[in-house]
């Protein structure tokens, strides 16, 4: 039983240092500014595309589902009330942080994972530099700060979606009454959480991307078992955490 | 001041290595003297490369102690390993290059890594210039590690670790899954590395003609090649390990005349 519980102990317990380094080396010279701003094309331009279509067709699907339920009750008017609250609060967040973690967690722990295997990082550290500073805080830095922004664009254009199916689509409701219900139904609590997720969403998938790549062993073969574990793992933080935050905002 | 040829600059006293409870180094001891050549043999997974690591800081000794410099090393913090890597240059065994870089800027890389002696950008481009110059790929400036072929990369690797003139040079398997011609004219560029710089000089190898060339040939700055060195001026020694153990330590004559069987298979004999 002990021996089950000493991997996965062994691994968190790893994760949890390379954490602690990598937000220490948050404070501590150098910067990387570069490859900081490297990493926000590379994540926040790139995965602009995948984030739009997943946004704006959440909210379309969000819509049109809700629509015979709706509807049923007479309540369509209330569409963009329900598609604005989804959005904010859960679909957006998750959904983009589940894209990006498809994307770039796994994109870091191959690019990563590859020049463990072929004693790149080794090199870093021999020509004195630390590969926690020069390639984990780029990574976590550009994804803190452009998760977020890609959340708020999945959420509006998730709007959109909703907007497209409710009014143009089903007419269910007029245009203005649709942004006028959306608009108020949104309160300082639902932007808080629905900014505060993708910050932590952020911080877990880049350390984990990383986490997976930086423990690469067996060549190019563990380049991929990494990818894989470094993808799964990610999305499945992204479920508990979204959960937990959740909840502590449900008390507040 | 001259350097003097009896400093101790690396120490190895009594290393142990342990990875999760098993043990892959058991009781290394040994010293290189400044000017030194050793040449570590053994057969594979018998812990060659890791002396190396450990050499460089990469890994830390479960017990032991190892002294760069004069230094002991032990407890240091990686800001401390930095200042002894500085002095230090290394050819990892694929090379090390790094992908996203040109060749140019790899080579620059440890020069702009150099807090203690800040250098212009001239000075850098000067010295990354005569370093691919002195491994005979001047021409390769602007390209990508993935551009060139194996023996290229390797030399672009030797031209990296002498760029920074370090005091001491280590090699992990410099001429492996290289063909001999290629790999022939990469020791011979170690060599030259060696006796341009008077470096002192590890290196780990599967190939007993590698270690005959250190121990044999000297680079001539006059004809501009190899030539056969007086026996002993090359202050080289071999040492073999076996699962993790020194199982030979000792001059190339020893070396040749060691009876044992398994050191016997790395001799020339």
Redesign the interface.
């Known amino acids: 039983m002990l021996d089950l519980l000493k991997r996965p102990v062994y691994t968190f317990q790893e994760f949890i240092l390379l954490s602690i380094r990598a937000i220490r080396g948050l404070f501590r010279k150098p910067a990387y500014w570069g490859d900081t701003v490297i990493q926000m094309d590379l994540i926040g331009v790139g995965s602009l595309p995948v984030v739009c279509l997943t946004g704006f067709f959440s909210g379309a699907v969000m819509a049109l589902q809700m629509s015979r339920a709706l509807q049923t009750y007479g309540a369509t008017s209330q569409v963009g009330k329900i598609v604005a609250i989804t959005m904010v609060r859960e679909m957006g967040p998750v959904l983009t942080a589940l894209m990006v973690a498809g994307r770039n967690s796994s994109g870091m722990a191959s690019e990563l994972g590859?020049?463990k295997v072929?004693?790149?990082i080794?090199?870093?550290?021999?020509?004195?530099?630390?590969p926690v500073l020069k390639l984990v805080k780029p990574r976590l830095l550009a994804t803190a700060i452009v998760l977020p922004l890609l959340t708020v664009i999945a959420d509006f254009l998730g709007l959109v979606g909703g907007w497209v199916v409710a009014c143009v689509m089903l007419q269910l409701t007029p245009g203005a009454q649709y942004w006028e219900t959306a608009w108020r139904a949104i309160e300082y609590n639902d932007i808080a959480q629905g900014l505060i997720k993708p910050f932590c969403f952020a911080i877990v998938l880049a350390l984990v991307g990383c986490y997976y790549g930086m423990q690469t062993t067996g060549g190019t073969q563990g380049v991929g078992r990494s990818t894989t574990q470094a993808v799964v793992v990610a999305s499945v933080w992204v479920v508990v955490l979204t959960f937990i935050i959740g909840r502590i905002f449900t008390n507040l | 001041m001259a350097p003097d040829a009896n400093e101790r600059v690396m120490v190895f006293d009594s290393v142990c290595l342990s990875f999760g409870g098993e043990c892959v180094l058991e009781g290394i001891s040994f010293e290189v003297l400044r000017g030194e050549t050793l040449v570590i043999q053994g057969a594979a997974a018998s812990g060659k490369t890791l002396i190396l690591k450990l050499a460089l800081g990469l890994i830390r000794p479960t017990r032991g102690r190892i002294l760069l410099f004069g230094e002991d090393t032990t407890g240091y913090t990686d800001e401390q390993w930095n200042d002894i890597r500085a002095r230090i240059g290394m050819l990892f065994q694929e090379g090390g290059l790094f992908d996203s870089l040109t060749v140019e800027e790899n080579v620059a890389y440890p020069l702009l890594n150099q807090k203690r002696t800040p250098l212009s950008e001239a000075e850098v481009r000067r010295r990354v210039e005569e370093s691919l110059e002195f491994v005979e790929l001047g021409h390769t400036l602007d390209k990508f590690p993935s551009e060139l072929s194996g023996g290229m990369r390797r030399r672009v690797g030797i031209a990296r670790a002498i760029v920074t003139q370090p005091e001491l040079l280590l090699y992990d398997s410099p001429t492996a899954g290289l063909d001999p011609i290629t790999a022939t004219t990469i020791m011979a560029l170690i060599v030259k590395g060696r006796d341009a710089s008077h470096a002192t000089t590890v290196m780990v190898t599967h190939r007993h003609q590698d270690g005959e060339l250190l121990d044999r040939y000297r680079w001539d700055p006059a004809q501009g090649r190899l030539v056969p060195a007086e026996p002993g001026t090359t202050r080289t020694r071999y040492m073999v390990l076996r699962e993790g153990r020194i199982v030979f330590l000792g001059t190339p004559a020893e070396f040749d005349a060691c009876r044992d069987e398994y050191v016997a298979k790395f001799a020339s004999r």
Do not use: C, I, W
């Not at chain 1, 080794?122 to 630390?130: E, K, V």
């Open positions: 590859s020049m072929t004693e790149q080794d090199a870093m550290r021999a020509l004195g530099t630390d």
